[in-house]
C-alpha cells in the first residue's frame, strides 16, 4: 500500500509539472507578436514539448487552457492581493489600493496588452477576457457601495462604478502610458478614482 501511495504521489507530481510547463509555453506564446491567430492546443503542445492529448487531458479545450494561463498571469501580478485591500478599514486607502495593484498588474506583463489586442480578432479570447473583466466591475460596485452615504441615489452610485471600472482599465492604462512611469499614471488614475466616489460620501 505504501508503494502504491508513492507511485500516485509521483504520478502527481509529474502530472502537476506538465501542467506548468504548458501554461508557462501558452504564455509564452501570447506574448509574441504572431502567435494569438495560430494559439491552439497543437501548438500549445509543441511548444511545451508534450503530446496534443496531454494538454487535452489536462485543460479539456482551448478556452480551458486560456483560462488556466489568466489565472496564472493573474496570481503572479498580484491580483490576490485585491482581497487584503479590501479588507482595509479606510475606504478610500482601499480604493486607493485597488487601483495601485491593477496599475502594476497592466504594467507587469506583455501578454496582457496582447490578449486585448486579440479581441478584435477572436472571439473566444474576447469572451474569456471580458468575463473577467465583469469580475473587476463586480469588485468596483462591492467598494462603492461601501463608500457611499445611504442619502446616494443608485444612478449616482452605477455611474461612479462605470468611472472607476474605466479608469481601472487596460484600454486606459495603455492610453496613460506615454512615457510615463507606472507610478505616476497610479496617481492619475487614484486621485480621478476619489474625484468620482467624493459626491457619494457626503
Not at 125 to 133: D, P, Q, Y
Request: aromatic share 6%; net charge positive.
Amino acid at each position: 500500500m505504501k508503494k502504491r501511495a508513492y507511485v500516485s504521489s509521483v504520478r502527481s507530481e509529474a502530472a502537476a509539472e506538465k501542467r506548468d510547463r504548458v501554461i508557462e509555453a501558452a504564455a509564452r506564446l501570447l506574448r509574441e507578436d504572431a502567435s494569438i491567430a495560430r494559439f491552439s492546443l497543437d501548438t500549445v503542445a509543441k511548444a511545451a514539448g508534450v503530446t496534443r492529448l496531454t494538454v487535452y487531458n489536462q485543460f479539456g479545450s482551448r478556452r480551458g487552457l486560456l483560462e488556466a494561463v489568466f489565472d496564472d498571469i493573474a496570481r503572479q501580478g498580484g491580483l490576490h492581493e485585491i482581497a487584503d485591500a479590501m479588507a482595509m478599514p479606510d475606504l478610500l486607502m482601499a480604493l486607493d489600493r485597488v487601483v495601485e495593484i491593477f496599475c502594476g498588474f497592466w504594467a507587469r506583463d506583455a501578454a496582457i496588452g496582447r490578449l486585448h489586442e486579440a479581441m478584435a480578432t477572436d472571439p473566444e479570447f474576447a469572451e474569456a477576457l471580458l468575463e473577467r473583466n465583469e469580475r473587476r466591475r463586480k469588485l468596483v460596485r462591492m467598494l462603492v457601495g461601501r463608500i457611499a452615504a445611504r442619502t446616494a441615489s443608485r444612478r449616482a452610485r452605477e455611474e461612479a462604478v462605470d468611472m472607476i471600472f474605466a479608469l481601472t482599465s487596460y484600454p486606459m492604462f495603455a492610453m496613460l502610458d506615454r512615457g510615463r512611469p507606472t507610478s505616476e499614471i497610479c496617481h492619475l488614475a487614484q486621485t480621478a478614482c476619489r474625484a468620482a466616489v467624493d459626491p457619494l460620501s457626503r
